[in-house]
């Protein structure tokens, strides 16, 4: 077994088992929620029943589950020089240890880095469904959230998922300041712990995010390296998706701007929309076979002298084939 410790969790490796053991008074969440933006790709993922397992240079903070987390001081020449020829670099690169300690040892960690990071997924949920800066951000008011059981995915990740090897399922640990690990002074012989570490901690500037992570580990999601720059991917050999059953999903809140002058053709009345073809039609359609019985539709209201915001209950009737009215059914929930 393999275990850090560090505040009130420990991250750990337990036969091959990921696993981040808590405080008994943090308790895993019923439901959790994931926002999208309205992108084909979104509307792909609720269609077909499942969730990207994103790399971290597919992540909007540019620390989450990063390298320069891991502090490789204590790096012993020995180690370094088995590393180096035991993975072919020596054939490909030429690395003096000495240059390379005086700058981080950045070339190896980064082959550290991919090792780990290329069999591992991150799925960014959050037990938050009305935040109004998480709608801003990650829905653009168009777009649309999930509200998922989480109990009903946990019980057929492995089912629906033959290739997942594991899985770690976990509250986001936001500090003050983040701190690097020690990855050689602590006996680490992998990259696991070190990773796992890097992935669940964040600056308390994100805690209003509320995150629950769902980590996935498969061989060679592969290594997105052409998003930071003209670098070659490590090629994936398998989709970076975890799929649920259609059941999982317990509500859909459309945003207050889902309906907008990129999708609608013509406003009938207050709620009769006429819809231009393309895939918000199609994704409306869908919605209304197979969802009609818990789609609510995200708004704002006035309290006092506050704003808040609320979801109400609606669902959808066909007029004609690009015509739909949204019934509101006078259920609320803030």
Same mark, same amino acid.
């Given at each position: 077994?393999? $275990?850090?410790?560090?505040?009130?969790?420990?991250?750990?490796?337990?036969?091959?088992?990921?696993?981040?053991?808590?405080?008994?008074?943090?308790?895993?969440? $019923?439901?959790?929620?994931?926002?999208?933006?309205?992108?084909?790709?979104?509307?792909?993922?609720?269609?077909?029943?499942?969730?990207?397992?994103?790399?971290? !240079?597919?992540?909007?903070?540019?620390?989450?589950?990063?390298?320069?987390?891991?502090?490789?001081?204590?790096?012993?020449?020995?180690?370094?020089?088995?590393?180096?020829?035991?993975?072919?670099?020596?054939?490909?690169?030429?690395?003096?240890?000495?240059?390379?300690?005086?700058?981080?040892?950045?070339?190896?960690? +980064?082959?550290?880095?991919?090792?780990?990071?290329?069999?591992?997924?991150?799925?960014?949920?959050?037990?938050?469904?009305?935040? &109004?800066?998480?709608?801003?951000?990650?829905?653009?008011?168009?777009?649309?959230?999930?509200?998922?059981?989480?109990?009903?995915?946990?019980?057929?990740?492995?089912?629906?998922?033959?290739?997942?090897?594991?899985?770690?399922?976990?509250?986001?640990?936001?500090?003050?300041?983040? $701190?690097?690990?020690?990855?050689?002074?602590?006996?680490?012989?992998?990259?696991?712990?070190?990773?796992?570490?890097?992935?669940?901690?964040?600056?308390?500037?994100?805690?209003?995010?509320?995150?629950?992570?769902?980590?996935?580990? &498969?061989?060679?999601?592969?290594?997105?390296?052409?998003?930071?720059?003209?670098? +070659?991917?490590?090629?994936?050999?398998?989709?970076?998706?975890?799929?649920?059953?259609?059941?999982?999903?317990?509500?859909?809140?459309?945003?207050?701007?889902?309906?907008?002058?990129?999708?609608?053709?013509?406003?009938?009345?207050?709620?009769?929309? +006429?819809?231009?073809?393309?895939?918000?039609?199609?994704?409306?359609?869908?919605?209304?076979?197979? !969802?009609?019985?818990?789609?609510?539709?995200?708004?704002?209201? +006035?309290?006092?002298?506050?704003?808040?915001?609320?979801?109400?209950?609606?669902?959808?009737?066909?007029?004609?084939?690009?015509?739909?009215?949204?019934?509101?059914?006078?259920?609320?929930?803030?």
């Amino acid at each position: 077994m393999s $275990e850090y410790k560090y505040g009130d969790r420990t991250y750990k490796l337990t036969n091959g088992n990921y696993d981040v053991e808590l405080p008994n008074e943090i308790k895993q969440p $019923e439901t959790v929620f994931k926002y999208y933006g309205k992108t084909d790709y979104s509307i792909d993922a609720i269609i077909k029943n499942y969730l990207f397992c994103s790399h971290p !240079y597919h992540l909007n903070d540019s620390i989450d589950s990063s390298s320069l987390l891991w502090d490789f001081t204590n790096l012993p020449k020995a180690v370094f020089e088995k590393f180096y020829t035991q993975y072919g670099f020596d054939k490909v690169m030429v690395i003096d240890y000495e240059k390379e300690k005086a700058h981080g040892f950045v070339t190896i960690k +980064q082959k550290f880095f991919e090792m780990a990071s290329k069999n591992a997924g991150v799925i960014s949920l959050t037990t938050n469904s009305l935040q &109004t800066l998480m709608w801003a951000h990650y829905s653009t008011e168009s777009g649309f959230m999930i509200e998922l059981d989480w109990k009903e995915i946990k019980n057929n990740l492995k089912g629906l998922n033959p290739k997942l090897n594991n899985y770690a399922f976990f509250p986001i640990q936001y500090v003050d300041k983040l $701190e690097t690990i020690d990855f050689f002074g602590n006996g680490f012989n992998s990259p696991d712990i070190p990773y796992l570490y890097s992935t669940a901690v964040k600056r308390k500037d994100w805690s209003y995010e509320d995150e629950w992570r769902l980590m996935t580990y &498969t061989m060679d999601y592969g290594v997105p390296n052409s998003i930071r720059g003209p670098f +070659q991917d490590i090629p994936s050999h398998h989709d970076r998706k975890v799929f649920y059953p259609k059941d999982a999903i317990k509500s859909i809140v459309l945003g207050k701007h889902f309906f907008n002058g990129s999708n609608l053709k013509k406003v009938i009345d207050d709620k009769t929309y +006429q819809l231009k073809k393309g895939s918000d039609l199609d994704f409306v359609d869908f919605l209304e076979q197979n !969802y009609n019985d818990r789609i609510y539709f995200c708004g704002e209201y +006035q309290n006092g002298t506050e704003f808040k915001r609320s979801a109400e209950k609606v669902h959808f009737k066909k007029v004609n084939t690009d015509t739909i009215q949204m019934i509101r059914e006078n259920k609320v929930y803030v």
